[in-house]
C-alpha cells in the first residue's frame, strides 16, 4: 500500500524522481481455462480500466521500469517482457485530469495544469507473460480493483488503452512464431493438446493439432515425459515439459514455427 506522503511527494515533486514526458504502459497476459487474460486496474473512485503502467525513475533503466510496474501487479519478479510499440498522441490523455486530480484529493493537493502529471506523456509499450495461477493482482494506494479480463470481454477502457491492447496481442500473434511462447503462460508440466489449445486461443484460429505437434516437437524446445495425465478412463496423455537450455537458445536467435 503506497503511503500518503510518498503520493503526496510524487504529485509535488514527481517530475525530480521520474522522467518528464516518458511513461510505460504494460499489458500483462496470462491464460486460463482456453482463455487469453489481461490484468487490469481501475483507479479509486473511476468506473473504466487501465493496463498496467508507471512512470520511470531517473535511477533505473527502461526494462527495470517495466519489470517493477509488472512485479507491482503480479507480485511475481523477472517475468517475461517484451517492448512492442510506442505510443505518442497529444490527444491520448485527455481525460487524465480525471484519475490526477481525483489523487490530488487523497492528499489534499490541487494539481493545476502546469503539474508534471498533466503533460503530454509517450508510452513505451510493453507486454508481459505469466502464468495466471502464480499471480495475485495487486494495485497501489489509489488503486481500486485489480484483476483478470477475457481478451474478447474487456470493460470501458481510460485513454487510448484498448489500442495498446489491441496492438499488443498483434505483436505477440507475430512473435508466436518466432519466439518460443508457452513457458510463461502454461504451468511446468502440460499435454500437447494443451499447447496446441494456448496456440490456437492466442492466434484466433484452428490449428491442425497433430502437424503442429510434429513442428513443436520438431524445434526441441519441449520434451516428453514418462508421466501421464489421467483425465477419465482410456484418457491418460503423456505429459510434456519446456526444454529450457533449448528454450533460452530459441528465444536468443529466435526460431521458425510454420503454423
Same mark, same amino acid.
Not at 500518503?4 to 504494460?26: A, P, Q, T
Given at each position: 500500500?503506497?503511503?500518503?506522503?510518498?503520493?503526496?511527494?510524487?504529485?509535488?515533486?514527481?517530475?525530480?524522481?521520474?522522467?518528464?514526458?516518458?511513461?510505460?504502459?504494460?499489458?500483462?497476459?496470462?491464460?486460463?481455462?482456453?482463455? +487469453?487474460?489481461?490484468?487490469?486496474?481501475?483507479?479509486?473512485?473511476?468506473?473504466?480500466?487501465?493496463?498496467?503502467?508507471?512512470?520511470?525513475?531517473?535511477?533505473?533503466?527502461?526494462?527495470?521500469?517495466?519489470?517493477?510496474?509488472?512485479?507491482?501487479?503480479?507480485?511475481?519478479?523477472?517475468?517475461?517482457?517484451?517492448?512492442?510499440?510506442?505510443?505518442?498522441?497529444?490527444?491520448?490523455?485527455?481525460?487524465?485530469?480525471?484519475?490526477?486530480? +481525483?489523487?490530488?484529493?487523497?492528499?489534499?493537493?490541487?494539481?493545476?495544469?502546469?503539474?508534471?502529471?498533466?503533460?503530454?506523456?509517450?508510452?513505451?509499450?510493453?507486454?508481459?507473460?505469466?502464468?495466471?495461477?502464480?499471480?495475485?493482482?495487486?494495485?497501489?494506494?489509489?488503486?481500486?480493483?485489480?484483476?483478470?479480463?477475457?481478451?474478447?470481454?474487456?470493460?470501458?477502457?481510460?485513454?487510448?488503452?484498448?489500442?495498446?491492447?489491441?496492438?499488443?496481442?498483434?505483436?505477440?500473434?507475430?512473435?508466436?512464431?518466432?519466439?518460443?511462447?508457452?513457458?510463461?503462460?502454461?504451468?511446468?508440466?502440460?499435454?500437447?493438446?494443451?499447447?496446441?489449445?494456448?496456440?490456437?486461443?492466442?492466434?484466433?484460429?484452428?490449428?491442425?493439432?497433430?502437424?503442429?505437434?510434429?513442428?513443436?516437437?520438431?524445434?526441441?524446445?519441449?520434451?516428453?515425459?514418462?508421466?501421464?495425465?489421467?483425465?477419465?478412463?482410456?484418457?491418460?496423455?503423456?505429459?510434456?515439459?519446456?526444454?529450457?537450455?533449448?528454450?533460452?537458445?530459441?528465444?536468443?536467435?529466435?526460431?521458425?514455427?510454420?503454423?
Amino acid at each position: 500500500m503506497l503511503d500518503l506522503e510518498i503520493l503526496r511527494d510524487e504529485i509535488l515533486n514527481g517530475h525530480i524522481h521520474y522522467l518528464r514526458n516518458v511513461s510505460i504502459d504494460n499489458v500483462i497476459f496470462g491464460y486460463h481455462k482456453k482463455e +487469453l487474460k489481461v490484468l487490469l486496474q481501475r483507479p479509486q473512485g473511476l468506473s473504466k480500466w487501465t493496463v498496467s503502467g508507471g512512470y520511470i525513475k531517473r535511477t533505473e533503466t527502461i526494462e527495470e521500469a517495466a519489470s517493477r510496474i509488472a512485479m507491482e501487479r503480479t507480485g511475481l519478479k523477472d517475468l517475461y517482457l517484451n517492448q512492442f510499440k510506442v505510443f505518442g498522441n497529444p490527444d491520448r490523455t485527455n481525460d487524465a485530469s480525471i484519475p490526477i486530480k +481525483l489523487t490530488g484529493e487523497l492528499v489534499n493537493v490541487k494539481i493545476d495544469k502546469g503539474n508534471w502529471m498533466l503533460d503530454y506523456f509517450v508510452t513505451l509499450g510493453f507486454y508481459t507473460l505469466t502464468e495466471f495461477d502464480l499471480v495475485r493482482p495487486c494495485g497501489e494506494f489509489y488503486t481500486e480493483e485489480c484483476q483478470w479480463w477475457d481478451i474478447h470481454n474487456l470493460p470501458s477502457l481510460m485513454f487510448d488503452h484498448q489500442l495498446i491492447i489491441e496492438e499488443a496481442l498483434k505483436a505477440l500473434r507475430l512473435h508466436i512464431y518466432n519466439y518460443p511462447i508457452g513457458y510463461e503462460l502454461l504451468p511446468s508440466k502440460f499435454t500437447l493438446p494443451e499447447i496446441t489449445s494456448l496456440y490456437e486461443t492466442i492466434l484466433g484460429k484452428k490449428l491442425d493439432d497433430r502437424n503442429f505437434s510434429k513442428k513443436l516437437l520438431a524445434t526441441g524446445i519441449i520434451m516428453k515425459l514418462i508421466e501421464r495425465k489421467y483425465i477419465g478412463p482410456h484418457r491418460s496423455p503423456f505429459l510434456y515439459v519446456f526444454n529450457k537450455i533449448n528454450y533460452e537458445e530459441a528465444l536468443k536467435n529466435r526460431m521458425v514455427l510454420a503454423i
